[in-house]
């Protein structure tokens, strides 16, 4: 684990270097108006998107952005002890980090580790610099908890790819220069061992982003529709028919950035919904109610322990570990602290969560988490999805008698 | 799956202390040790003291220790944990010990730090009073001073002392303070308390006018470092129990037939295994993170009540699930799960439980 070659000394320059850009190019997020508690919701409007990039770019120019990437490709190959000097820097500041998430948590990873030298050399440096954005087309109508069940098809014509089908809940399409699709390239054989994966450019013809609404009224996620798609032999990723394993990979780096908050970025030193929480409840006078007062402290340790769990995941993945099912335990701890919280500050809130007026932000704020709270169980995999995973992969217990896993992919029922 | 952040000599470390305890400790002798059918055998901790250096594992090496750190003592004491070895790391090495180091008083500490790393003597720290008071308060124990020498009047209880420690690290009140003491065993009554933990002896003990050792005087911050540490490191304990569970579970699920499949490819039994990993998995982390800021010399207020929040729920959930995964089985004499059981429950309530500690941090962060 310890790959550290840097000393100490030059680890306190690094800081130094961090405080001081920090102070004069980001925001306390005490200043901020709506704050973390509404995030879920953030990253929606162009105007967050303009805020965003403008951020990337100046941390990528400062030398500030994929601090354990390799230099190669853009990055700064520092070691893991300086991610954890920035993260320790960078906490208390606004990090308009929404946007990257899926880019620099998710796609990023699987270029690196699945990609060709040329898409590594093309890609990873306009993803760092947040000039790029990525999203990923996993999802289906009728392929959810069942990924491996995708009907997408993609079918060679001559030296190009010909894409027909339709993805959901694609996070942040709408805003995406380019995507990570998995398509299924051979019917003919069982669901995982017919599925190829590509880089999809969003702006070519056949392309159609329409957004979709969630229960928390906002627009986060889209349905994409492919409509003879044609993409060139150089967006493959992977082998042909081999997808699935890169597909994994990517779901496994989603796990760990759901849960653990923050992506590639890494932050979560702090214990940001426990202050909002004790905040509330020191207003609203309950700080007193030793029922309150034990939910509150449950909530910091969940909060603290999940962000050492992350801290520990993701000094384990940038000294060069693959991703393991380790995501699974924080996105499942991250969602039931979510929900956790949310129900609290309703009981805090009381009358006031449910009806409040024009001018109480605060009300607005904790509602809007609430109702986003189903959705951050969901995304990336359902609980018990994640505990199946866990069961399996990391316990090593047999899976459920399964009926499709040998059978040809075109003999399967489907929805 | 172990997530765990390990040094090469750290693991080192684990893995001899784990083939020791394995080959000297099966679970079935522990098993026959906690019905009272067999004994330890004499002088195994002296053994354990001199081979792998176990009783001085934190002890300077200018006192005939290791000289090892707060974070390899959790390592050692995670597979305590996890085969209930009956002898006396936690309540000597690590308890017993770690008082001496916080009032770093060479000249006094001496002798002790000597015999406790030979493994000819044991120590046993006695803090609280009375039943549900975290941090221990110091309620009618006083200590008086004549000339050079100390003497102590008072009571204390529910000390891990393994069935009888040679000396006891005892808190008083003095006109300056708080002080922190050690009497022999020759100069207290020692009562044995009816433990639910079969596997660890609990004592009481009362002592009139005995002589006493000052080991610091106006020491209330020594006192509540002390505290923290045995939070601490009691959590490490916990988490190498849980691991343990954790794997018992799933070796029977995975060999375990009924309805004609492995009961553990039914989700509802796969499901509790994997809430297990989680907790399991978490809470390693914090008391990792509590080990090794402690060994950092940091402010551990807040890191030790989590670590001992976090390990004693998993513990004590693990082994209530396993219980259930095992089914009737699980709930017999014969069966360990119950040791395991009682061990958790026990550590649940000792050196704070999870709602004393979770007012403490309230207080701790300024609620």
């Known amino acids: ?415 | 799956m172990c997530m765990s952040v390990m040094t090469q000599e750290r693991e080192a470390l684990k893995g001899a202390v784990a083939d020791y305890l394995d080959a000297t400790f099966p679970i079935d002798k522990v098993h026959r040790i906690a019905n009272g059918k067999e004994d330890v055998s004499a002088g195994e901790w002296t053994k354990a003291a001199q081979g792998l250096g176990l009783a001085g594992l934190v002890i300077p090496e200018e006192f005939g220790g290791q000289g090892a750190s707060l974070g390899e003592l959790g390592v050692v004491l995670q597979e305590f944990g996890r085969t209930l070895a009956p002898l006396p790391m936690l309540s000597s090495a690590a308890l017993g010990t770690v008082p001496f180091l916080v009032c770093d008083n060479a000249n006094v500490s001496k002798p002790y730090l000597e015999a406790l790393a030979a493994g000819t003597a044991t120590a046993a720290l006695a803090l609280s009073e009375a039943a549900n008071q975290w941090p221990a308060t110091i309620n009618t124990t006083v200590a008086t001073q004549n000339g050079d020498t100390w003497t102590v009047t008072g009571s204390k209880t529910f000390i891990l002392d393994n069935g009888g420690a040679d000396f006891y690290i005892v808190s008083a009140s003095t006109p300056q303070g708080p002080g922190i003491f050690v009497v022999n065993s020759a100069d207290v009554q020692r009562t044995d308390l009816n433990a639910m933990d079969l596997t660890r002896k609990q004592s009481s003990i009362s002592f009139n006018n005995a002589k006493a050792t000052a080991l610091a005087v106006n020491a209330q911050s020594q006192l509540t470092q002390i505290q923290n540490l045995a939070a601490t490191l009691v959590a490490s304990e916990q988490l190498g129990g849980a691991d343990a569970i954790l794997k018992m579970m799933v070796e029977y699920a995975k060999m375990r037939v009924q309805f004609g499949r492995i009961i553990g490819s039914f989700q509802a039994i796969k499901h509790m295994c994997a809430n297990t990993l989680v907790e399991v998995e978490q809470a390693r982390g914090a008391a990792e993170d509590a080990a090794d800021r402690a060994a950092q010399g940091e402010d551990i207020t807040l890191s030790a009540s989590l670590a001992k929040i976090a390990c004693s729920e998993v513990f004590s959930d693990a082994t209530l699930t396993n219980i259930r995964v095992h089914g009737g089985i699980g709930y017999t004499w014969e069966h360990p799960a119950h040791l395991y059981f009682r061990r958790a429950r026990s550590t649940n309530a000792l050196f704070g439980s999870p709602v004393q500690h979770r007012e403490a941090l309230l207080v701790g962060l300024g609620y």
Request: aromatic share 6%; net charge negative; proline share 5%.
């Open chain 1, 1 to 415: 684990m310890t790959t550290a070659i840097e000393t100490p000394a030059e680890l306190e320059e690094f800081r130094v270097k961090v405080r001081d850009w920090f102070s004069s190019n980001a925001q306390r997020e005490d200043a901020q108006a709506g704050g973390e508690a509404g995030e879920v919701e953030a990253g929606e409007t162009e105007d967050f998107l303009v805020v965003a990039r403008n951020f990337q770019n100046k941390l990528y120019d400062s030398g500030l952005s994929g601090l354990a990437w390799p230099k190669e490709y853009g990055g700064q190959s520092l070691t893991m002890n300086h991610q954890r000097v920035f993260n320790e820097e960078a906490s208390g500041y606004v990090m308009p980090s929404t946007p990257f998430m899926v880019t620099l948590g998710m796609c990023a990873p699987t270029i690196l580790q699945y990609g060709t030298e040329e898409q590594r050399k093309r890609h990873i440096g306009p993803m760092l610099r947040g000039d790029e954005i990525w999203c990923q087309l996993f999802s289906e109508p009728g392929a959810g908890s069942d990924v491996a069940g995708l009907t997408t098809k993609a079918v060679r014509d001559g030296d190009e790819w010909v894409i027909n089908g339709q993805k959901v809940w694609t996070s942040g399409a709408h805003y995406s220069n380019f995507g990570l699709i998995v398509t299924r390239t051979n019917p003919d054989v069982p669901k995982h061992k017919g599925i190829t994966m590509f880089i999809v450019d969003m702006k070519a013809p056949g392309v159609t982003v329409r957004p979709l609404r969630q229960m928390s009224g906002a627009s986060g996620f889209n349905e994409v529709f492919f409509d003879n798609v044609r993409l060139p032999a150089t967006a493959l990723v992977g082998e042909v028919d081999q997808g699935w394993t890169a597909a994994i990979g990517t779901l496994m780096n989603e796990r760990v950035s759901i849960g653990a908050g923050g992506g590639g970025l890494g932050r979560g030193t702090g214990t940001v919904q426990f202050d909002r929480l004790a905040e509330l409840a020191t207003h609203t006078g309950a700080i007193t109610d030793p029922v309150t007062r034990n939910e509150l402290a449950t909530i910091w340790v969940k909060e603290r322990t999940l962000a050492i769990l992350g801290d520990r995941m993701r000094a384990s993945l940038k000294s060069g570990n693959a991703p393991g099912p380790e995501g699974s335990i924080a996105k499942l701890a991250g969602s039931e602290l979510g929900s956790r919280v949310a129900d609290m500050a309703m009981d805090l809130l009381a009358e006031s969560g449910q009806a409040w007026t024009n001018d109480d932000e605060e009300s607005l704020r904790w509602a809007t988490n609430l109702l986003g709270s189903p959705g951050g169980a969901i995304a990336g995999g359902t609980p018990e999805i994640m505990r199946n995973i866990l069961g399996e992969r990391s316990l090593g217990l047999p899976k459920e008698p399964q009926l499709d896993r040998d059978m040809p992919f075109k003999e399967i029922r489907a929805n």
